[in-house]
């Protein structure tokens, strides 16, 4: 299954603490050791070559090897390595980036600042929900408002928004700040022969009630991903976004959309707002922003914001924020280029292009004796795994059934994430027909394989 016999096989498990992992596991598995890539395909230290599935963790929109981007980086380390982006510097390539994100930008949205990562362009939001509440004479609106199982990163901060248990077991307590109200996932929280629009309304009317439980005056801001990703893409119910935001506008709460996996063409809209009704007030985006080529994060603020911002920064002598390599030029020189390759691929009618079928194959695994439920949107899907249909009983954990099916396609060249009881999948946007047609035969093939084995 792995390299752990090779010299770097070794030396990466004596040095080497991998996040997101079993770290006594992996001392006795050892790394699967990837070499190169090739289009949407990677190679293993052996030349196994796989299917990226998952476009790495979601962010290798255009494969791994867009020559275009390698030189838009190789230019900019030439021309100017380095330039910081406080007190009134600036360089061509965050200028470019920051007008042609807002270009494309959902209505409203005016002004971008940059970050290496997804988890910290959550963080800059959530201190830009204080600064504009505090700057508008209501400090006392610092309480976040979030959803359970979502995902929106593993710094303290965007951890503690994180609606996952696994993100905050052995770490001591979320922020105190966050309340997490229902996922708005019918198959698990709709109650029975309830519709998608009687689903939407409770959810709306609970988080109504949340908001009063814990005082209008206390709640600055609500985080939420237009589709859930690392949760198990999981999709709103009709009207769920319209309702939400009715009663965030009715209690002066920001709306602040988490397009880290969703941005740049994943749902088939090239932003997930787009796709779900959502009029943010901030926008967070990352992963496609570079097609993984660099670490760059925006968040996009609107206009209403940034005045009330930008005269507090005049009260106050400055605005005290920033990073070192917030804005970096080599990262924007290859973000901006990504832009321009999907505008020149039209990747969103792309997506659209090659979604029906892969959203239809996946789907038609419902009927599978394992699956209880498959889902998804344009090249994002999940198939959930139940010990009964009927009942919707999960398997035990310990049988990790979801972890099963990933090695199985692991062995024969598929690259998907087991995620509990969910596999989900992400394939590179640029994937083509005949690539979506061999996933879903080996994902068809190793979910009979997993069947067999455990059928008495």
Same mark, same amino acid.
């Given at each position: ?113 940059? @970050? ?31 959803? @359970? ?93 319209? #309702? ?5 506008? #009715? ?111 996946? #789907? ?80 068809? @093939? ?11």
């Amino acid at each position: 299954m792995t390299a752990r016999g090779s010299a770097l096989a070794q030396r990466d498990i004596a040095h080497h603490l991998h996040p997101q992992t079993n770290l006594r596991l992996h001392e006795e598995v050892g790394p699967l050791l990837m070499e190169r890539g090739e289009g949407i395909y990677v190679f293993d230290e052996q030349g196994q070559r796989y299917i990226e599935g998952m476009s790495g963790l979601w962010c290798a929109t255009l494969g791994f090897s867009q020559p275009r981007l390698a030189e838009a980086a190789y230019a900019q380390l030439l021309k100017l390595p380095y330039q910081q982006t406080f007190a009134h510097r600036s360089h061509g390539p965050a200028a470019e980036l920051a007008a042609m994100l807002i270009e494309h930008a959902p209505a409203g949205l005016t002004k971008a600042v940059f @970050q290496s990562s997804g988890s910290e362009a959550v963080d800059t939001a959530i201190k830009f929900v204080r600064y504009y509440h505090t700057a508008i004479g209501k400090p006392g609106k610092t309480r976040l408002i979030a959803r @359970q199982r979502s995902y929106h990163g593993t710094t303290l901060a965007a951890a503690s928004l994180t609606g996952l248990p696994n993100m905050h077991k052995g770490w001591g307590e979320p922020l105190a700040d966050v309340i997490h109200v229902r996922c708005p996932h019918l198959y698990r929280q709709g109650l029975p022969g309830e519709s998608e629009e009687a689903f939407a309304t409770r959810l709306a009317e609970e988080l109504e009630q949340a908001i009063l439980d814990a005082g209008p005056d206390t709640i600055g801001a609500f985080f939420a991903e237009p589709v859930m990703g690392t949760g198990g893409v999981i999709l709103p119910p009709a009207g769920y976004f319209a #309702k939400v935001q009715a009663v965030l506008r #009715k209690y002066d709460i920001l709306m602040i959309a988490d397009e880290v996996i969703c941005g740049f063409g994943r749902t088939g809209h090239y932003w997930g707002c787009d796709a779900m009704g959502i009029e943010p007030d901030m926008l967070t985006c990352a992963k496609g922003l570079s097609a993984a080529f660099q670490p760059i994060s925006a968040l996009l603020l609107s206009d209403r914001l940034y005045q009330v911002i930008a005269d507090q920064s005049q009260a106050l002598g400055g605005l005290g924020h920033g990073y070192t390599y917030g804005g970096h030029p080599v990262a924007a020189a290859v973000a901006l280029e990504t832009l321009k390759i999907y505008d020149e691929l039209d990747i969103v009618g792309h997506v659209r292009d090659v979604a029906p079928a892969f959203q239809a194959g996946v #789907k038609a695994l419902a009927d599978h004796p394992l699956v209880g439920e498959a889902r998804g949107i344009g090249l994002m899907a999940a198939l959930e795994f139940v010990a009964d249909k009927d009942s919707r009983t999960p398997f035990p954990a310990e049988a990790k059934i979801a972890q099963q099916v990933s090695n199985a396609l692991q062995r024969n060249g598929i690259l998907l994430r087991a995620l509990g009881d969910t596999l989900v999948m992400a394939p590179p946007l640029i994937v083509d027909a005949e690539q979506i047609q061999t996933i879903l035969k080996a994902l068809t @093939q190793a979910l009979d394989d997993v069947l067999a084995g455990i059928r008495p």
